[in-house]
C-alpha cells in the first residue's frame, strides 16, 4: 500500500507542476522552448532523464542478465562517451544557432541551414514516424511496473502512465516537462543508488560477486520438454562469453554486444528530443556548467544500473526453476523489478520502482513535444503560414493527444525485449540525424541533397536491416545504416551546390 | 579488474576516463567564461 502511494504522490506532483507551468506556454516559443530560460541543473537533468527511459532501468540494467559484463561495460563506456561529445561539441553550436535564428525544432534549424523546405519536411516526418514507434516501447517499460504494482491489467497501466503525462505537457510545455525531469531524474538516480547498494550488499560487493559468479552454474530449461542445460558462471566474465544462444552459435556476441551499446548510447549526439533542449538554455553560463551536470548525471547513473543483472543471478536463480530461469532469459526486462522486491523493504520498494515510472513519463513528455513541435510548427505551420499564433499554440497542446492515442494502440501489440527495440529506433533516428545536424554543425560543405539522401538511406536501411536481416546476420543496423547513410552524406555533398555565405557565417 | 577479461575491463576503465576528462572540460569552459 505504501508503494502504490507513493508512485500516486508522484503522479499528483507531476500534475501540480504541469499546471504552474501553464502561464509560460502561451506563445510558440513559450510551449516549446519554455520561452529560453531553462538554467543548468533543469537542462542538465531534463537532458539525462528524457534520455533514460524505462529500458534504461530494465532492459539497461536486467541485460547483463543474459549478457556478458561486457555489454554493461561497453554500454557505460559508450553512454559516457556520448554525453560528453553531446555537451562538448553539440549542446554550445547549437544553443549560438538557435539563439542567432530564433529556430523553435530540430526540423528549423535543418531549414535554416540547408535553405530547404523539402529538407525541413523529410525530418519533420522522420521524427514522427520514428518516435511514435518509440514511444510504444516507452510505454510499455512503465506499463509493465504499475500493472505489477497496482494489480491491474496491463492495458489500464498504460492508461495510468498516459493521462498525468499528457495533463502536464497539454499544460505546462516544455518548462513544465522540464521542472518535473529535474524531480525524476534526481528520483532516478536515487533509485540507482538504493538498487546498486541492495545488489551489492546482498552477493557481498563487487569482488566477491565477480568470485561467486565464477564458482556459479547456470541452469536453465528453454521449453517444458527441453533438456536442463548448465552454464558456468564464467561465461558471463568473457566477453566472448554469454549471450543470446543463435548469436553464441555464430560466434557473433562481442560484435553484437558492440553493435547494440554504441547504437544506443552515441545516440545522444544526434537525437532531436535532446538537442531540441540546448535552444531552450537561458544564457552560454547555462551551456558551461551543464557541461559539467550532464556527463555526471547521465555517467553515475549508468555504471549503477548498467551491470546489476549478471548479479542477479547469484539472487533470484536459486529461488526460480531452470524452468523460469529460461524465461527471465528470454525477457530480462523483469529481472530489475523482480530483485528489487525480493530485496528491499516496503517503502523504498516503491520508491524504487516509482523511478521507472518517472523515467518512463520524462522521456515521453518531452518526446510529445518534439512530435508536437514537428507536427504543429514544422509542418501545419509550413503549410499554413496564415495560422494564428494562438490557434497553433492550441494545436500544439492537442497534438500529444493524437500521438499518444496512436502510441497506445501500437504497445497493446505484442512485441520483443524493450531494450531492442529502443535500440531500433534510437538507432535509425541517430542513423538520420548524426550527419545533417551533428556534423553539418561544423562542416560547412554540407548541403541539402546530402541531407536529404542521408536521412532518406538511414530510414531505409536502418529500419530494412532491424526487419530482415538483423536476426540472420547478428550485425545491429546502426552499423550498416552509417556506413550507407554517411558516405553519401559526404560524397553527395561534395558534388552539389552549398548553402549561401551569410547562412553558414551562422555557423561561426 | 581480478576475474574480469581485459576487453571487459577496458570498458570499465574507458567510463572512468572519460567521465573525468568530461568534467574536467567543464570545468575548464566555467573558469574560462568567469575570465573573458
Known amino acids: 500500500m505504501i508503494d502504490v502511494a507513493i508512485i500516486v504522490a508522484l503522479l499528483i506532483v507531476v500534475i501540480v507542476i504541469g499546471v504552474k507551468g501553464y502561464g509560460v506556454s502561451r506563445s510558440m516559443e513559450g510551449y516549446f522552448l519554455a520561452s529560453r530560460g531553462l538554467g543548468a541543473w533543469v537542462l542538465a537533468f531534463s537532458f539525462m532523464a528524457t534520455y533514460f527511459s524505462a529500458a534504461s532501468f530494465l532492459g539497461g540494467g536486467g541485460t547483463t542478465y543474459l549478457f556478458n559484463l561486457g555489454f554493461g561495460a561497453w554500454l557505460t563506456a559508450w553512454h559516457v562517451v556520448g554525453v560528453v561529445l553531446a555537451w562538448a561539441l553539440v549542446a554550445e553550436r547549437l544553443f549560438k544557432y538557435a539563439s542567432k535564428t530564433g529556430i523553435i525544432s530540430i526540423p528549423d534549424f535543418i531549414e535554416h541551414r540547408y535553405q530547404s523546405r523539402a529538407a525541413k519536411a523529410i525530418a519533420a516526418i522522420v521524427i514522427i514516424f520514428l518516435f511514435t514507434l518509440y514511444l510504444t516501447s516507452v510505454y510499455k517499460g512503465g506499463a509493465i511496473i504499475i500493472a505489477t504494482l497496482f494489480n491491474v491489467s496491463y492495458e489500464m497501466g498504460l492508461l495510468i502512465l498516459a493521462v498525468p503525462v499528457l495533463i502536464y505537457i497539454c499544460l505546462g510545455g516544455l518548462r513544465a516537462a522540464a521542472l518535473n525531469n529535474l524531480i525524476l531524474g534526481i528520483l532516478m538516480l536515487v533509485a540507482a543508488i538504493l538498487t ?5 550488499s546482498a552477493v557481498g560487493g563487487w569482488g566477491a560477486g565477480i568470485a561467486a559468479l565464477e564458482q556459479m552454474s547456470i541452469r536453465a530449461q528453454f521449453g517444458p520438454t527441453a533438456p536442463v542445460m548448465e552454464f558456468p558462471g564464467s561465461l558471463w566474465l568473457k566477453f566472448d562469453g554469454f549471450g543470446p544462444p543463435p548469436a553464441m552459435r555464430m560466434g557473433m556476441v562481442p560484435a553484437l554486444i558492440m553493435g547494440i551499446t ?3 548510447s552515441v545516440a545522444q549526439i544526434a537525437l ?6 540546448f535552444y531552450a538554455a537561458r544564457d552560454m553560463r547555462v551551456i558551461n556548467y551543464g557541461r559539467i551536470i550532464g556527463p555526471l548525471a547521465v555517467g553515475i ?16 536463480d536459486q529461488n526460480l526453476t531452470p524452468l523460469e530461469v529460461a524465461s527471465l532469459l528470454k525477457d530480462t526486462d523483469w529481472v530489475i523489478p523482480k530483485t528489487v522486491m525480493t530485496l528491499a523493504p516496503v517503502g523504498l520498494r516503491g520508491l524504487i520502482l516509482a523511478a521507472v515510472v518517472a523515467a518512463s513519463m520524462s522521456t515521453l513528455a518531452v518526446t510529445f513535444i518534439v512530435l508536437s513541435a514537428a507536427l504543429v510548427r514544422d509542418i501545419i505551420q509550413t503549410t499554413h503560414p496564415e495560422t494564428s499564433e494562438a490557434k497553433l499554440v492550441k494545436l500544439a497542446r492537442l497534438a500529444p493527444i493524437l500521438f499518444a492515442i496512436i502510441a497506445l494502440v501500437l504497445a497493446i501489440q505484442p512485441t520483443g525485449i524493450i531494450v531492442e527495440i529502443v535500440g531500433a529506433a534510437f538507432g535509425t533516428i541517430f542513423v538520420c ?3 545533417p545536424v551533428t556534423i553539418g554543425l561544423y562542416w560547412k560543405g554540407a548541403t541539402k541533397a546530402g541531407t536529404i539522401v542521408s536521412m532518406i538511406a538511414g530510414l ?4 530494412g536491416w532491424y526487419l530482415f536481416l538483423y536476426r540472420v546476420t547478428w550485425i545491429y543496423p546502426v552499423i550498416p545504416a552509417l556506413a550507407v547513410a554517411l558516405p553519401l552524406f559526404f560524397i553527395v555533398s561534395l558534388v552539389t551546390k552549398k548553402p549561401p555565405k551569410e547562412v553558414l557565417d551562422v555557423l561561426e | 579488474m581480478p576475474g574480469l577479461d581485459i576487453l571487459i575491463t577496458t570498458g570499465y576503465v574507458l567510463s572512468v576516463v572519460v567521465l573525468v576528462l568530461g568534467v574536467i572540460y567543464g570545468v575548464y569552459k566555467v573558469k574560462q567564461s568567469r575570465g573573458s
Not at chain 1, 196 to 200: H, K
Not at chain 1, 272 to 277: R, S
Not at chain 1, 303 to 314: D, E, K, Y
Not at chain 1, 460 to 463: A, Q, T, Y
Open chain 1, 196 to 200: 546498486f547498494g541492495y545488489v551489492m
Open chain 1, 262 to 264: 554504441f547504437s544506443i
Open chain 1, 272 to 277: 532531436p528530443n535532446l538537442l531540441m533542449q
Open chain 1, 301 to 316: 547513473y549508468a555504471m549503477l544500473m548498467f551491470s546489476l543483472g549478471a548479479f542477479c543471478h547469484l539472487i533470484l
Open chain 1, 433 to 435: 540525424f548524426v550527419g
Open chain 1, 460 to 463: 531505409i536501411v536502418g529500419l
